[in-house]
Nanobody
Framework: QVQLVESGGGLVQAGGSLRLSCVVSGSIFSINAMGWYRQAPGKQRELVAAITNNGGSNYADSVKGRFTISRDNAKNTVYLQMNSLKPEDTAIYYC???????????????WGQGTQVTVSS
């Protein structure tokens, strides 16, 4: 069974940095796109950054130039380096991966449980 586990969240002062990690484990035939989403209280979950299997990436306008997404295919891990953090970045950050668990299975989106990022002013 596929599992995604995020880590690296915490409390940080505005202007500081954090690096989030997401490790995929379990049955994995292949991983296509991976990404990070976030959700603040009372708001919709939004895409923060995504990275394709060939390394292409895209970012939400609000984080462009501050955040960097990367992946280590050998470790089935995706990272989100967050610099110049702002209070409005405060949210629960969720890891997402598009995974084909076996040769015979369909490709589906899988989600982690989330990690809290809090940025103080």
């Amino acid at each position: 069974q596929v599992q995604l586990v995020e880590s690296g969240g915490g409390l940080v002062q505005a202007g500081g940095s954090l690096r989030l990690s997401c490790v995929v484990s379990g049955s994995i035939f292949s991983i296509n796109a991976m990404g990070w989403y976030r959700q603040a209280p009372g708001k919709q979950r939004e895409l923060v950054a995504a990275i394709t299997n060939n390394g292409g990436s895209n970012y939400a306008d609000s984080v462009k130039g501050r955040f960097t997404i990367s992946r280590d295919n050998a470790k089935n891990t995706v990272y989100l380096q967050m610099n110049s953090l702002k209070p409005e970045d405060t949210a629960i950050y969720y890891c997402n991966a598009r995974i084909k668990p076996t040769l015979w299975s369909t490709t589906n989106d899988y989600w982690g449980q989330g990690t809290q990022v809090t940025v103080s002013s």
